[in-house]
């Protein structure tokens, strides 16, 4: 059971490029999270997913894009990268209804120079 | 506005010794609460979570929580510190606007704990 595993584990990207994050959880969970994190500011919501098919906005979703064609992967797409995309992204998933802790994937660390 | 807040960037604290690491949360009816621990270079790790009950959580690692619904806290607590417990702790309650038809949490900005040999 790998849990939640994500690729790459560090990537540098050049001002206007793009690139897919991926994510991939083997424990049959419906939700799954994708965050940004900074220094000093936590962990900010970019998008999520309740099941294959159905996406929708976190709190920072300016500049990327999500899909969930299957219940086991969640990509994140960065459009025309920028400076201000630099950050540690981490995926997370999570059973259904009721109350369930989040399972993160071990972070993608990204530049954009 | 639902929020957490960890009062405390970082807390030092002595092998051996309790430690406690602060949280406080501000939302409507009742809270479900979560504490997370990220070591260096890697994602965060589940310790505990409070939904009702009895108001002492117990947890991963030897960690439990203090649910405290006068003083909206949920403070980390651990009875005799190890260095290996250095790392970035974080607080998070559930969104209550969505509850379990999303469970989205809101974070706290993370406390690091320092052990000192």
């Known amino acids: 059971n790998a849990g939640v595993t994500q690729t790459p584990k560090f990537r540098i990207l050049k001002i206007g490029q793009s690139m897919t994050l991926q994510c991939t959880q083997d424990?049959?969970?419906?939700?799954m999270y994708w965050y940004r994190q900074d220094p000093g500011m936590g962990l900010k919501l970019i998008y999520y997913?309740?099941?294959?098919?159905?996406?929708d906005k976190g709190e920072v979703p300016n500049g990327y894009n999500v899909s969930r064609s299957t219940t086991e992967d969640f990509p994140l797409r960065l459009e025309l990268a920028a400076p201000s995309q630099t950050s540690v992204y981490f995926c997370?998933?999570?059973?259904?209804?009721?109350?369930?802790?989040?399972?993160f994937g071990p972070g993608t660390r990204l530049t954009v120079t | 506005a639902q929020s957490v807040a960890q009062p405390e960037d970082q807390v030092n604290v002595a092998e051996g010794n309790p430690l406690t690491v602060k949280c406080t949360y501000s939302v409507s009816g009742n809270p479900y609460l979560f504490w997370y621990v990220q070591y260096p270079n890697r994602g965060l790790q589940f310790l505990l979570k409070y939904i009702t009950g009895d108001n002492l959580v117990k947890g991963s690692y030897g960690f439990e929580a203090e649910f405290n619904k006068s003083q909206t806290s949920f403070h980390l607590k651990k009875p005799s510190a190890l260095v290996s417990d250095s790392a970035l702790y974080f607080c998070a309650v559930r969104d209550r606007r969505y509850g379990g038809a999303t469970n989205k949490l809101i974070f706290g900005t993370g406390t690091l704990l320092a052990v000192q040999p």
């Open positions: 997370a998933s999570s059973y259904g209804t009721g109350v369930h802790e989040q399972y």
């Open positions: 997913s309740v099941g294959a098919g159905i996406t």
């Open positions: 424990m049959n969970h419906n939700y």
